[in-house]
């Protein structure tokens, strides 16, 4: 049985945004242009911005500094290794940054696999709403960011942790 795919683009400060989620409503992917790995719209796929309506919303408040935490039903796929590292991304609070490291002894990963945790990461199909943007290098350097780095600098000055772009 194949599941019907909802997908919407909204505009944002970083470029449009390609939303998709499930016929329950529950967002399965946020991605941006020339993503690595990002999502790309698919034959079959439904053009439908009802799904989207409390996503968009919350995605507007967040640029315009209003809005800290996001509170939306989602949904992201992957190993059970990915998704212990997903969850642990929603546990970084607004404003704040953690490293690979620190995300490795969250999930019980050992120092080995800090480049496991990294490849988790930039796997994550739910940017901007699951904060992979807020892990940087343990040096503090801003390094990789599947959506970009300049994207990643513009989303952490907007949360004040660096200053613009």
């Known amino acids: 049985m194949t599941t019907t795919t909802y997908w919407t683009e909204i505009d944002s400060p970083v470029g449009r945004l390609l939303l998709?989620?499930?016929?329950s409503g529950t967002l399965t992917s946020l991605s941006v242009p020339g993503q690595k790995g990002g999502r790309t719209v698919q034959d079959g796929w439904r053009a439908d911005t009802g799904p989207f309506r409390e996503a968009a919303g919350q995605l507007a408040a967040y640029f315009a500094g209003e809005l800290k935490e996001f509170r939306l039903p989602m949904r992201a796929e992957g190993t059970a290794f990915r998704e212990r590292v997903w969850d642990a991304l929603d546990s970084v609070p607004y404003g704040e940054t953690t490293t690979y490291g620190e995300i490795a002894a969250r999930v019980g990963a050992s120092r080995a696999a800090v480049r496991a945790v990294?490849?988790?990461i930039g796997a994550n199909p739910l940017l901007i709403v699951r904060p992979c943007h807020r892990?940087?290098?343990?040096?503090?350097?801003l390094t990789g960011y599947a959506g970009g780095l300049a994207r990643k600098?513009?989303?952490l000055a907007l949360e004040g942790v660096v200053s613009g772009a």
């Not at 892990?135 to 350097?141: E, H, L, N």
């Open 135 to 141: 892990v940087i290098g343990a040096s503090g350097s």
């Open 153 to 155: 600098t513009a989303l």
């Open 20 to 23: 998709t989620a499930d016929p």
């Open 118 to 120: 990294g490849g988790a």
